[in-house]
């Protein structure tokens, strides 16, 4: 059996193509490059010693996971306290997976009030993948959730890919593994369709989730409250964090 549900994976982006034109989903997959082309200069290696407060917040604000209580509490950090950090994360010794784990482990003692396990695995691998997108990928809790088990992959893989790691750092690993599983599968799904950029397979497993989650919402929810929730294409762009533009630096 092969570990990417392919049958299951079409019929998902069937669904999605039901609901919003191609175009439209290509068009999100550009503005992840320009969100990453933003990270990129924010974040680059010569500029991260001297990094600034403006620049810095506006990485956080294009960041899904980073609002309300959250964002207050990563904004107290003093931004001096952000450099080595994410310099570390970025671009420093070791496994990746290993470099986000501390990276949680510093803003647990950084962070003036506590901060859930998600975001922190959330915004360490926004600043891995679009800061430094060659090398690295995305985890967000909408694609794999350890907590409930729940997300985009574990729609479109089989039950005997094992998405539980023994730690964050391991759940980043093989949540990567995943990934390059279902990259591996985008003519035979269907994504390719989306064009050939870097982030046509985050643009996808979005897709994927807020399908399966307009299916939940629907059986769950009032009629008045299903009415109010956005459209897939703008659903897409929230989790990504690209439902608008963040403003030239």
Same mark, same amino acid.
């Given at each position: 059996m092969h570990p990417v549900d392919?049958?299951?994976? #079409?019929?998902?982006?069937?669904?999605?193509?039901? $609901?919003?034109?191609?175009a439209e989903l290509a068009a999100v997959a550009v503005d992840l490059d320009d969100k990453?082309?933003?990270?990129?200069?924010? %974040?680059? @290696?010569a500029g991260l010693p001297t990094l600034d407060r403006a620049p810095l917040e506006a990485v956080l604000a294009r960041v899904f996971a980073v609002r309300g209580k959250a964002r207050d509490a990563l904004q107290a950090i *003093?931004? $001096?306290? =952000? #450099?080595? *950090?994410? $310099? &570390?994360?970025?671009?420093? *010794?070791?496994? *990746?997976?290993? /470099?986000?784990q501390g990276f949680a482990g510093w803003l647990d003692g950084a962070s003036p009030a506590a901060l859930p396990d998600n975001l922190k695995a959330d915004?360490?691998?926004?600043? %891995?993948?679009?800061? /430094? @997108?060659? $090398?690295? =990928? %995305?985890w967000s809790r909408w694609m794999w959730d350890p907590r409930t088990r729940t997300g985009s992959l574990p729609l479109l893989t089989s039950a005997g890919l094992d998405l #539980?790691?023994?730690? %964050?750092?391991?759940?980043y690993r093989r949540v990567g593994r995943a990934i390059a599983l279902v990259e591996g599968q985008r003519s035979e799904v269907g994504f390719d369709r989306l064009g050939q950029g870097r982030f046509t397979t985050e643009v996808f497993l979005a897709a994927v989730y807020v399908v399966y989650a307009y299916t939940v919402l !629907?059986? /769950?929810?009032?009629?008045?409250? &299903? !009415?109010?929730?956005p459209e897939l294409p703008e659903f897409c762009r929230r989790l990504l964090g690209v439902h608008r533009r963040a403003p030239a630096r």
């Open positions: 392919t049958e299951t994976a #079409r019929e998902l982006m069937r669904q999605a193509l039901d $609901a919003v034109d191609v990453s082309a933003q990270f990129v200069r924010a %974040l680059e @290696p *003093p931004v $001096a306290a =952000w #450099r080595d *950090p994410i $310099a &570390n994360l970025l671009d420093g *010794p070791g496994d *990746p997976g290993d /470099r986000l915004l360490g691998s926004e600043l %891995l993948r679009f800061g /430094r @997108p060659d $090398a690295h =990928w %995305l #539980r790691g023994s730690s %964050l750092g391991d759940t !629907k059986l /769950r929810m009032t009629r008045e409250f &299903n !009415k109010v929730m």
